[in-house]
């Protein structure tokens, strides 16, 4: 589980996972936190204290961006 600071990063700030394994998202504040994964455009809108799971199929190295605050991290998928 990653976790959002009140500062819109991450805790922790890199995370490992297996190919298909879930890895959840938790906004452990009352803000409004946006993810997006790589060059996706896509975003990702977790608010209030609710999770978001995901799963990567593909191994390599994701850059993980807040899109509200800009802050980064890193999934390794191995």
């Known amino acids: 589980t ?3 600071t009140t500062d819109g990063g991450f805790d922790p ?3 490992e996972v297996g ?3 879930l890895f959840t998202f ?3 504040d009352d803000g409004i936190h946006a993810v997006k994964f790589g060059d996706s455009s896509d975003t990702f809108t977790i608010t209030g204290g609710l ?3 995901f799963t990567i199929d ?3 190295t994701y850059t993980v961006t807040e899109d509200l605050s800009g802050e980064t991290m ?3 998928v191995v």
């Open 58 to 60: 593909a191994p390599g």
């Open 26 to 28: 938790k906004a452990g």
């Open 2 to 4: 990653v976790t959002f």
């Open 74 to 76: 890193t999934v390794t």
């Open 19 to 21: 190919v298909g394994e």
């Open 51 to 53: 999770i978001d799971t």
């Open 13 to 15: 700030a890199e995370l």
